[in-house]
């Protein structure tokens, strides 16, 4: 048996036809860069979410780094980030002139601890980045809260979360300005690198766009300088296309996630994910915590079971970030440690699935014969 992690070949030949025909007409009216493919997308995904403004750009990093940048904070400002995130969610800040305050994350959700960043705010502080990790949305009202109590801009950083709700709004518009990825293995991937800004105000959407295009709007009159991060019209056709399917992609991600839950329940060692009532959980990622995370994975592993690890290193302990001294999260430092990505993706059965939780069963229960052989030995 073998399961692997993603198998995006398989999701292309489900919509080849589709796929190919987007490619096709891209190459056959030499729209590769803006034109009608991307404002298509543009105006599809902006619907989709419920926002009023969408920019594609070159990657999910770009997205952030330009959002921080279009709200012209003071140099120095404080933007809080959650310590268990990609680097990306943090580098974006400190690349643009700003200072990062890593916020412990919640011991169920894993998502920014709103409790501990509240304790992190400082006269400097100026904008909080929610980062919807692993499809499961923040807790917004709480998020919203806090930023209007301080007068803080809220950036939502969507890259795992396309199509996720909150309490049945999709996250990226919420907060003032959402940001997204289209790597290849999100739920909603490009054949490539690719991204969005998206956003309610106009004003924002404006600067947003020039900033990834020279700081201009028209041809060769540049307002200021800019930078060059586009969305090609490659991707954003094959965006297109995929985005049609979503919805049921999520579907299957959800059914599948059921039965992780269902065929893990109750397994000594093994920390479920959990849903909040107020969630829509769009799962990018199947994240169990287990203490043997090495000897699980090696024993998945050698049955031909493909696992991930998000994160193995909170982002604080970095060695880009130890010149910040950060004090000791509890919770993001110990769970660095135990968390197991499983195979999850809309390529995947019931069947594997229940093959990978039988596989785990077995695992644990070699684990405790071991423990408790080895315990009756030492008496």
Known sequence: MTVRFLDLHAQYQSISDEIDAAIAGVIRDSAFIGGSYLKSFEENFAAYLGALFCIGVGNGTDAIEIAVEALGLPPGSEILVPANSFIASSEAVTRGGSRVVFCDCDPETYTISVADARRRVTPNTKAIVAVHLYGHPCDMDAVMALAAEHDLYVIEDAAQAHGAKYKGRRVGGIGIVGTFSFYPGKNLGAYGDGGAIVTNDPALAKRCRMIANH???????????????????????????????LDRWLETRCELARCYLDGLSGVPGIVLPVIAPWAFHVWHLFVVRVDDREGLSAYLTRHGVQTGVHYP?????????????????????????????????????????????????????????????AQGISI
Do not use: M, W
């Not at 201009?216 to 296309?241: C, M, P, T, W």
């Not at 939780?357 to 423990?371: D, Q």
């Open 313 to 373: 290193i909170s982002l604080p302990h970095l060695r880009a970030y130890a010149h910040l001294d950060t004090p000791p999260l509890p919770c993001s430092g110990v769970i660095a440690d135990q968390l197991l990505s499983l195979p999850l993706g809309d390529q995947l059965t019931t069947d594997e699935v229940r093959s990978v939780c039988r596989l785990i069963k077995a695992y644990r229960s070699e684990s405790e014969h071991i423990e408790s052989t």
């Open 215 to 245: 700081g201009r709007v028209e041809k060769y009159n540049h307002e200021f300088e800019g930078r060059n991060s586009r969305l090609d019209g490659l991707q954003a056709a094959i965006l297109d296309v995929k985005l049609r399917h």
